[in-house]
C-alpha cells in the first residue's frame, strides 16, 4: 500500500538559514512524487515534481529535492530560507487510479 | 496555466440546507478531478475522484448521497453537500488533473464551509 511519511510536524529556522523538510514513501513500483506548499487557508501550489531522470529536481522559489530510491525518500531543501516562506508543506507520492496520498504535512516558522 | 478555481471561498449555511461549490479549470481541459476535505492543522483526505461524463468514485467512508458530485464537461466539477449538518463543516479543496497527464494535479484554493 501506498503511504507517505513526513517525520516532522513543526520547523522552526531563521531568515537566511538552510532547510530540509524530509520525507519518505512506501510504493511498489516507481513512485511519481511531488511536494505542495499550502499558505493558511488557501489551496495547494506545486512546488517541484519528479516522474524519471535526474534525481535531483528544481522546482519554483529556489526549492529543490532529490530522490533517493535506496533511502525511499525525497527530502526537500532550500539554501537559503525566506519569510514568505513560512507554510504548510506537503509530500504526495502518485499510485494507482491517478491518486495522490499526501503525508501529514511540515509546517515551517520562519523567525527574523 | 493550469488554473483552477473554486467557488465560492467561503460559504456559511444552515443546518439542514444543502450548498454547492463549483471547481473550474480555467485553462486547461481536465478529464479527471478529485475533491478533498482537509481538517484543521490536518492533511487532505480524498473524498472522492470525478470522472467527466461518468458517476464519481468515492473513497470508502464518504457518504455519495450526501456529497453528490457532478462533472459534466472537461472543465466543471460540483460537489453539493446535502442536509447540511454542523460536522460537514470544513476546508475542502478540488484538484484537476490534466487530460492525458500524468498523476499531477492542479488544486483550486479551497472553500471553507461553516454549517450553523
Known amino acids: 500500500a501506498q503511504s507517505v511519511t513526513q517525520p516532522d510536524i513543526h520547523i522552526t529556522v531563521s531568515e537566511g538559514a538552510s532547510l530540509e523538510l524530509r520525507c519518505n514513501y512506501s510504493?511498489?513500483?516507481?513512485?511519481?512524487l511531488f511536494w505542495y506548499v499550502q499558505s493558511p487557508g488557501q489551496g495547494l501550489q506545486l512546488l517541484l515534481k519528479y516522474f524519471s531522470g535526474d534525481t535531483l529536481v528544481q522546482g519554483i522559489k529556489g526549492f529543490e529535492a532529490e530522490f533517493k530510491r535506496s533511502q525511499s525518500s525525497f527530502n526537500l531543501r532550500k539554501p537559503s530560507v525566506h519569510w514568505s516562506d513560512a507554510a504548510e508543506y506537503f509530500c504526495a507520492v502518485g499510485g494507482g487510479a491517478n491518486n495522490l496520498f499526501f503525508g501529514t504535512g511540515t509546517r515551517l516558522t520562519v523567525i527574523p | 496555466g493550469a488554473v483552477v478555481s473554486q467557488h465560492p471561498s467561503r460559504v456559511i449555511c444552515k443546518s439542514g440546507t444543502s450548498v454547492k461549490i463549483e471547481c473550474r479549470s480555467l485553462?486547461?481541459?481536465?478529464?479527471?478531478m478529485f475533491w478533498y476535505r482537509q481538517f484543521p492543522k490536518q492533511s487532505l483526505m480524498l473524498m472522492a475522484t470525478?470522472?467527466?461524463?461518468?458517476?464519481?468514485?468515492?473513497e470508502q467512508g464518504v457518504e455519495k448521497d450526501k456529497f453528490l458530485i457532478n462533472h459534466a464537461s472537461l472543465t466543471l466539477s460540483t460537489l453539493t453537500v446535502t442536509s447540511a449538518h454542523p460536522e460537514d463543516s470544513s476546508f475542502y479543496i478540488c484538484?484537476?488533473?490534466?487530460?492525458?497527464?500524468?498523476?499531477?494535479?492542479?488544486f483550486g484554493p479551497g472553500t471553507r464551509l461553516t454549517v450553523t
Open positions: 510504493y511498489g513500483a516507481t513512485p511519481y
Open positions: 470525478s470522472n467527466e461524463g461518468s458517476k464519481a468514485t468515492y
Open positions: 484538484s484537476a488533473r490534466l487530460a492525458g497527464g500524468t498523476y499531477e494535479q492542479y
Open positions: 485553462d486547461f481541459q481536465a478529464t479527471t
